[in-house]
């Protein structure tokens, strides 16, 4: 009898608990979780997203455009207080060979749902850019934010919508 094997030890215990039946839990549980990851919403990203999108002109060339978008978003999503606690996080990026300069708006736990898209690039004049701004149509990501966005990158000062 080993140290292990005392009154209270199982002996049908023993062929249950091995490293192979552990390994095969642990795959459950990650097929589990990739099965679950599928199902959640992608906000815009999504192909059948409809979303509502507004575009218009900015004087101002596509790389101010940018600023003054990512200042926006600074202001009114990243360093602004939102109700229930939620944090917003834009993703920056800046478009080369021709692609649209790029924010995405996402909440901090949800990095996958986009909730606001705005693009700059460059418009038929120079030194005016032509701004797309997208909401997901949901809450509070919908015309009052666009309207406010758009203030805000066309006069250079955020703007923020007022908050529910």
């Known amino acids: 009898m080993g140290p292990c094997r005392g009154l209270l030890h199982n002996r049908a215990f023993d062929g249950f608990v091995t490293e192979g039946s552990l390994m095969r839990l642990w795959m459950g549980l990650a097929a589990v979780a990739v099965v679950l990851s599928g199902c959640a919403s992608k906000g815009l990203l999504e192909p059948d997203a409809k979303g509502i999108t507004q575009s218009f002109v900015v004087d101002a060339d596509p790389m101010a455009a940018l600023r003054r978008a990512s200042e926006y978003v600074r202001v009114c999503h990243e360093a602004r207080a939102h109700p229930y606690g939620a944090v917003y996080v834009g993703k920056r990026s800046v478009g080369e060979r021709g692609l649209p300069n790029e924010i995405l708006v996402h909440k901090e736990t949800e990095s996958a749902k986009i909730l606001e898209r705005i693009h700059t690039q460059a418009a038929e004049r120079a030194n005016q ?8 149509g949901e809450g509070i990501w919908d015309q009052a934010e666009i309207a406010a966005a758009r203030q805000s990158i066309t006069s250079a000062t955020p703007a923020c919508r007022a908050l529910q």
């Open 129 to 136: 850019a032509q701004v797309e701004v997208t909401v997901l």
